[in-house]
């Protein structure tokens, strides 16, 4: 499986953005997916994942309420719509894949890596 985030952008405080990562390999029905993010100085941090369904989705405590991960296997991509934008989440977002399948909230427990998508949040 490789990865390619996409949607990052600018937006003001309150707005949304939607971000997408899409796969590519026949096997990505069988990963978990989570996303993470990373601010400047600051280690990379769990945001969100869900499992290989498309079920139990799992969030951090910052985001809950506010952003909603979701997957279409069909079409090989997960999303990560982010509502209610606040500053505090500009950072890169990294989407990320887990063989095993099932929600993990470590960087650790990740196998592939995409690239990250810069979401800047203005105030």
């Known amino acids: 499986v490789q990865l390619q985030a996409s949607g990052g952008g600018l937006v003001q405080a309150g707005g949304s953005l939607r971000l997408s990562c899409a796969a590519s390999g026949r096997t990505f029905s069988n990963y978990a997916m989570g996303w993470f993010r990373q601010a400047p100085g600051k280690e990379r941090q769990f945001v969100a994942a869900?499992?290989?369904?498309?079920?139990?989705?799992s969030y951090a405590d910052s985001v809950k309420g506010r952003f909603t991960v979701s997957r279409d296997n069909s079409k090989n991509t997960v999303f990560l719509q982010m509502n209610s934008l606040k500053p505090e989440d500009t950072a890169v977002y990294y989407c990320?894949?887990?063989?095993?399948?099932?929600?993990?909230?470590?960087?650790?427990?990740?196998?592939?890596w995409g690239q990250g998508t810069q979401v800047t949040v203005s105030s």
């Open positions: 869900i499992n290989w369904r498309g079920s139990n989705p």
């Open positions: 990320a894949a887990a063989r095993d399948g099932y929600v993990v909230r470590l960087t650790r427990g990740y196998d592939v």
